[in-house]
């Protein structure tokens, strides 16, 4: 199981500023390890949020999100105490959820 | 005792295994666009995401990124617009193995602005895409040199 998200959610008048740092190898399938053999693609490719548990963004992703990836995005009609549910998958249909509150 | 580290290599050997043996669950990757993602061009991906005309270059699409990057493996981009009715906005690198970096739906509740971090393989043209609902495509570009040094110069 990966390593939990880093969420800062942050309130800006009726706006929310959302960043989440993913702890993912995000493993391209286009390198070759020591062997020459090329190592098997391994990258989130579905990422969703929810506020208050109402979904509000989805995205797709490829191989070529960096290591480790970031996203920052603004949730419109967000205030301090909200909930922000960040949840992601990978192609091996490992999942993953955390959850911050707006500050 | 079982490190994290062993932890994860195991999960990757066993997923590889199960890949290779076609007996990877496909319903955990249903939603992924596959056909976008494998896209080579910049316009085959936009196509997969159904806009209809060829992309047309806009002033209200902004992409955010680096005039050069010093590192491939983390560059930093964003894409945004004040356009109204987009359902889709696109990160794209055009000499990249497969072209589409990431695509984000836009719904009532988030603004059309979002950043994250993309690797690149060379220098390339960047392109930020947004797809309107009504099967429009418009874009912004931008070259990012890709530094191989490592420490700048």
Redesign the interface.
Known sequence: ?A?PMRIRAQAQGD?ALVRVLMSH??E?G?RKDAAGKVI?A?HI??VA?A?NG??????????????N?????????AKAGDKVAITW?D????TRTDEATIS | MTT?RD??KH??VV??LL?ATGLF?TL??A???KS??DARSIADAVKAYGAGAAPAESKDVTLTAPDIAENG????M?VATTLPNVKHLLLL?EK???A??????V?????A????????GQSSDVYAVAITADGKALFAKKEVKVTLGGCGG
């Open positions: 199981m390593d706006k190898e995000m391209t286009q098997p391994w490719t579905e949020a506020l109402k979904p509000v963004l989805a995205a797709e992703w490829g191989p070529a999100v960096a290591k990836p970031f996203l920052q995005f603004t949730l419109k009609g998958k192609n091996h249909g490992d | 994290r932890a994860l999960s990757a997923a590889g890949a669950p955990a990757r939603s992924w666009t976008a993602f493996a983390v560059v930093p964003g690198v990249n193995p497969s589409l970096v990431a695509k984000f739906d719904s009532d509740a988030v603004e602005n979002f950043l994250t971090r993309a690797k690149m």
